[in-house]
């Protein structure tokens, strides 16, 4: 599993980071999504896909 | 704590409306395994599309409408439902579990989700009016942008969270813009006084003029088109262009004959079941919060997503109830608000990190010394980092009653 975030679109709302705490952060100073780790191990695929699937901004996409 | 899979697995599940919560519901369905048939009709023929963009980035024109899509074409045949896209639901038989649509078709399943969202209430008598518009769908957006770039003077009417985003909006894109409303300050319902004050300061200081504190009486029009916006007190605000802002009506008007309980949404119990079989999700549902102690309904985005899983566990055999922080966000100027929480407007409010005058700051919110919102002001990470504090005030006994209804 590969992770693409798209900063851009990230309106900071955290969900990501609720969702898979090892993958995902916010910046401190906009909170803006901060990718940790862009090839979870499979263990975590499962939280990755909950991440994106709750980012209400689209900003995060899943290449298998 | 979920209860053990005694509802047998449906073989078939229609969701109506084909919007955020519709599509949350298909994808978070199929997320847990669910193998059946799903069906989702939805009024709009447009492929599913996200609405918060249109008030800031498709209305500003910074983004083209397609990128509210909110998946691709590829992505949306890999879910594997049938997407009947452009036919309104018209009624509900809750026994037979079937649901007729405009065209003529009628659709069955062992389960039903209603996800018909809201539409945009308008004032009384504005009907009719040019260049008065609503702004809940992509095509709504579209027609705003375009008679915004032809006009000088915008009147927005309402002091809402929308109607404070498209006034932001329609004054960064040079136009001279006039908020009005009841209330004395912008979003003062959803964000108390304080904060409140602060987004009048901005509003102001980007050019806008606040016309609050005060009803609208009537808009009026010259040869068919809007040429003010007249209030209570006799002034009249010059026009060329009028939005409203007033608030959103649940689109359950379809289930008037079903028999199943109407009042402000489709009421459901915690577990957002209207009826055996039936369930609600997002804007339209007003479904019982356990921890809240009274009956809710949430209107923004995060909770169309979560409330679908949610809905789509108890469908799959999860006893659950559905137990939301409910959480929304807002932009206006240089301004990104978060709010997490039910924040009552005479809830008390203290700055617990950052400064006002340094224009980023996290205001706790406390009702009979509870924690009950957490706000952040240019600080995302460190409001969600203070989310806790609401749910384990939640896990403490219900609170007290409060106005129950959270619209953005
Ligand atoms: C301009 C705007 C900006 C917003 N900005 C934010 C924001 O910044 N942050 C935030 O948290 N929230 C925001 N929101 C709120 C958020 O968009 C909604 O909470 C969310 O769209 C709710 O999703 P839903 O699927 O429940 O309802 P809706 O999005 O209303 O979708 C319901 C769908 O059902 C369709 N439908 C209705 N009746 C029928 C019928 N009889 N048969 C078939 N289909 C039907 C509708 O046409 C629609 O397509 C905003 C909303 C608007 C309008
Ligand atoms: S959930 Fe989405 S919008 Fe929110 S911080 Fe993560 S990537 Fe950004």
Excluded at chain 2, 242 to 249: D, L, M, N, Q, S
Excluded at chain 2, 261 to 276: F, I, K, W
Excluded at chain 2, 315 to 326: C, F, K, Q
Aim: aromatic letters at 4%; proline letters at 5%; glycine letters at 8%.
């Amino acid at each position: 599993m590969k992770v693409v975030i798209d900063e851009e679109k990230c309106v900071a709302a955290g969900q990501c980071v609720a969702a898979a705490v090892d993958v995902f952060d916010q910046r401190d100073e906009d909170g803006v999504v901060v990718l940790l780790n862009a090839t979870p191990p499979a263990e975590l695929e499962d939280d990755v896909r909950q991440a994106a699937a709750v980012c209400p901004a689209l900003a995060i996409t899943i290449v298998d | 704590m979920s209860g053990a899979s005694v509802i047998a697995i449906p073989e078939r599940i229609l969701v109506v409306g084909a919007s955020a919560a519709g599509l949350a519901c298909v994808e978070a369905l199929r997320r847990q395994g669910y193998t059946g048939r799903i069906t989702v009709v939805g009024d709009e023929v447009h492929p599913p599309y996200d609405r918060p963009p249109l008030s800031k980035q498709i209305l500003s024109g910074v983004w083209p409408p397609e990128r509210s899509t909110l998946r691709s074409r590829e992505v949306l045949a890999g879910l594997d439902a049938e997407l009947v896209l452009g036919d309104a639901a018209v009624d509900l038989d809750v026994p037979g579990r079937a649901v007729r649509t405009t065209s003529g078709a009628t659709h069955t399943a062992q389960v039903i989700i209603v996800a018909t969202g809201a539409r945009a209430r308008s004032l009384p008598g504005s009907d009719g009016l040019e260049r008065v518009h609503r702004l809940r769908t992509l095509d709504h957006a579209l027609a705003l942008r375009t008679d915004l770039l032809a006009a000088q003077r915008v009147v927005v009417v309402g002091e809402g969270v929308l109607g404070s985003e498209i006034t932001a909006t329609a004054t960064q894109l040079g136009l001279h813009t006039t908020m009005t409303g009841p209330l004395t300050a912008p979003m003062a319902l959803q964000v108390g006084p304080m904060v409140s004050a602060l987004l009048a300061e901005r509003h102001r200081a980007h050019g806008v003029n606040l016309r609050l504190g005060i009803g609208v009486a009537a808009l009026e029009g010259e040869n068919g088109r809007v040429r003010s916006v007249r209030l209570l007190d006799g002034q009249e605000l010059a026009a060329d262009v009028v939005v409203e802002a007033v608030g959103a009506v649940p689109n359950t008007d379809w289930l008037q004959d079903s028999g199943l309980p109407l009042e402000n949404g489709l009421v459901c119990d915690s577990r957002c079941r209207a009826a055996e079989g039936i369930y609600a999700v997002g804007d339209v549902a007003r479904f019982r919060h356990e921890q809240l102690g009274r009956l809710v309904r949430l209107e923004n985005r995060t909770n169309a997503t979560e409330q679908a899983t949610a809905v789509a566990r108890v469908v799959l055999g999860h006893d659950e109830p559905y137990l939301p922080v409910p959480y929304f966000w807002s932009d206006q100027f240089d301004v990104k608000i978060q709010v997490y929480g039910m924040i009552a407007a005479d809830a008390e409010a203290e700055v617990v990190e950052g400064s006002v005058s340094a224009g980023r700051f996290v205001v706790r919110y406390h009702i009979d010394g509870r924690v009950a919102g957490v706000l952040g002001w240019n600080m995302p990470k460190q409001a969600r980092l203070r989310r806790q504090e609401i749910v384990d005030a939640l896990n403490q006994s219900p609170t007290r009653s409060r106005s129950e209804e959270v619209s953005r």
